[in-house]
């Protein structure tokens, strides 16, 4: 008789159920849907990739070398303090609570964000006073050209300390084309800028650097609103420009390889973000195949978006973060830095800069997620993800390519035009909040409590005199700014006049019609800073036209639009409630002096009765609110 163990370890869980087959669940869809088209299902990305509600496992599907077996992502610490003594504070306290790294942001580079430490031997020297450089801390740079000289004062203050080069982990983050992607300009003729710092990558490799030196930035491309392949298809083209500059330099690719990484951007999309590094490494493994080189793995550094951030409910911006580390270390990336929550406010204080570091470290010491090497691998949807974008990247980069490269792609604008189309695409998502930013555009807060941040002065790097060359600039944007912009100008009309402009919520009938569209109501019009208040009065049942009348309720709703100190009305119901109630509604706000009036909804056949009645407007879900909340605006402040 066979032990109890070796029944339970024989048992096939599955042997009662019947198997599970694509078409029985598509019959069930099919049900469900009662008719409508299954596409109705399928969605699509920024680039055009179709992403279906289904995929079966893809068997055979091998990981995607990456950051090594059951190996944590390094933590990176932002450093970006005006003064050197602060930042060196920051930095030290950091490495003792959690940190593994330090990414030392200087004034005027790609993603300093208003702040920055000076490019200053003597800044250098004082941020890095008691950094043990040969005791495994990693320490990225973030510059821009003007100032790559503190690449070489980082080697001087390390030789000075009389530390082996070769026991330190640095990334210098030199990358003349990202800077002047984003400045619209560059300081020299094509043909001297990349190998200039070029020279500069082989000078720190002949003191001893490990490297790598030269970095392929996508936050360029994602800070302006591009979509995944087209910031994976700048990397390519960025990093292959410094692949044949090393060569045109004597180096062998073979070692030119290594002195080259990439830096991605990690949003709140969760699996696209997931499938754009393991796309990364896929491409650079091509790359080093046409190079007729054994593919390597391709470090990865990642930093957490700075367009998804948001200056309104900045506490939500934990949130998008957390999800953008779990994607960035499931999809390998090899280090991680996260923006605190309030880097769009100003320069974050010891508080948020703990939140970002603990980001990290819950999920890596708590949710172990570095424990799998690319557990993404065999999941039907990833998979599918990941091989479009390659194969989508891979022709945008052809076509940089036939530009003559990526400078040259930028001096026609061909990278710009493409970045710009995505970006009209998504803003106009935005403004219909398609897309939404929660706590901005949807649920907003109007209550939320001021956050502390350091009292520091934003640095403005002086404007270069040597621009030779001039081109569009790929200039960062927050996509959550123009509802921030509406929320501004509450804040001004509450400082000005003691209290926020209002609009009356007036729902028609009992709570089962008017629940869900008062609360569409509530977020549409707050998302710009009209505070929406409830009938002081409220019914308890709904209630036919006649009965109101009989009850004299147009009198009631005038008293309540009165008592409520509102300027505007906003009527919330259903389309049955609206036929029987709305004109008298309506006639009795106008009576009241009710200065606009929106309905929210498009009920058939009573558009037009109702306009003629007084109601001026209509919200419903996909209409333009940032327009209409602009609009509102308008005539508030004209009035």
């Known amino acids: 008789m066979p ?71 390094r933590i990176m610490q932002r450093i970006d303090h005006p003064d050197a003594a602060q930042a060196n504070a920051q930095a030290l306290h950091d490495l003792y609570h959690g940190a593994g790294g330090l990414t030392l942001v200087f004034a005027g580079a790609n993603g300093a964000r208003g702040f ?4 200053t031997a003597e800044a250098v020297a ?28 980082i080697a001087d203050a390390i030789s000075a300390r009389g530390v082996n080069p070769t026991d330190c982990e640095i990334r210098f983050g030199l990358d003349p084309i990202g800077a002047c992607a984003t400045s619209g300009s560059s300081t020299g003729e094509r043909a001297e800028i990349v190998p200039a710092v070029t020279e500069t990558a082989k000078m720190l490799a002949a003191r001893g650097f490990n490297g790598p030196f030269l970095v392929g930035d996508g936050r360029v491309v994602h800070d302006a609103g591009g979509s995944e ?28 390889r290594g002195m080259i990484y990439a830096r991605l951007s990690a949003d709140a999309d969760q699996f696209l973000t997931l499938a754009k590094l393991r796309a990364l490494r896929l491409l650079w493994a091509r790359v080093e195949q046409a190079c007729s080189l054994a593919p390597k793995p391709l470090l ?39 923006l605190p929550h309030t880097q769009a406010l100003g320069l974050p204080d010891d508080f948020a800069r703990r939140i970002a570091r603990n980001t990290q470290l819950i999920l890596l010491e708590e949710s172990n997620l570095a424990k799998v090497a690319d557990p993404a691998a065999g999941s039907g949807g990833i998979e599918a993800l990941t091989h479009e974008l390659c194969r989508r990247s891979w022709a945008l980069f052809q076509d940089i ?21 995505t970006r009209t695409e998504r803003e106009m998502n935005i403004a219909k909040r398609r897309d939404v930013f929660t706590g901005t555009s949807d649920f907003p807060n109007l209550k939320e409590r001021p956050l502390d941040l350091l009292d520091a002065e934003p640095v403005t790097p002086a404007p270069s005199d040597e621009t030779t060359v001039s081109f569009e600039a790929l200039t960062p944007t927050r996509f959550a700014a123009p509802f921030e912009k509406l929320r501004d100008r509450s804040d001004d009309w509450l400082k000005a006049t003691g209290a926020r ?23 549409f019009f707050e998302a710009g800073g009209i505070e929406a208040v409830d009938s002081p009065f409220p019914r308890s049942r709904r209630e036919s036209v006649k009965d109101a009348a009989q009850r004299e309720d147009e009198d009631t709703l005038a008293e309540a639009f009165k008592v409520s100190g509102a300027q505007m009305v906003c009527l919330c119901s259903s389309d049955e409630v609206y ?18 009036i929106y309905l929210v909804g498009r009920p058939t056949g009573l558009e037009s009765a109702v306009r003629q009645f007084g109601v001026r407007d209509f919200i419903f879900a996909g209409n333009n609110a940032l327009a209409v909340l602009n609009e509102v605006w308008e005539r508030l402040e004209q009035s």
């Open 401 to 421: 390519e036939k530009a003559g490269g990526a400078f040259a792609a930028l001096e026609q604008n061909l990278i710009q035009r493409s970045i710009a189309a």
């Open 229 to 256: 392949a087209q910031e994976l298809a700048f990397v390519l083209a960025s990093a292959v420009t410094y692949l044949r500059s090393l060569e045109n330099a004597g180096m062998a690719l073979d070692n030119a």
């Open 501 to 523: 402009p209002k609009i009356l919520l007036a729902t028609l009938g009992a709570p089962a019609d008017f629940a869900a569209r008062a609360t569409f109501a509530r977020s």
């Open 579 to 596: 036929a029987e109630q709305a004109t008298l509604a309506v006639q009795a706000f106008q009576a009241a002096g009710a200065g606009h």
């Open 116 to 119: 920055g430490m000076p490019p």
């Open 126 to 153: 004082k941020v890095l006073d008691g950094v043990f450089l040969d005791a495994g801390i990693s320490i990225e740079l973030q510059i821009d050209p003007s100032s790559r000289a503190v690449a070489l004062q």
């Open 3 to 73: 032990a109890a163990s070796d029944e339970i370890t024989n048992l096939p869980l599955a042997a009662d159920f019947a198997p599970a087959l694509a078409a029985d669940w598509r019959r069930l869809v099919d049900g469900v849907l009662k008719g409508a088209p299954f596409e109705k299902l399928v969605g699509k990305t920024y680039d055009g990739l179709t992403i279906g509600p289904i995929y079966m496992r893809a068997k055979g599907a091998p990981a995607i070398a990456g950051r090594a077996a059951a190996a944590p992502w």
């Open 300 to 338: 990865i550094a990642a930093e957490t978006a700075w367009r998804m951030m948001t200056r309104r409910d900045p506490d939500v911006n934990m949130l998008r973060a957390t999800v953008a580390t779990f994607s960035a270390g499931l999809g390998g990336a090899d280090s991680i830095c996260v």
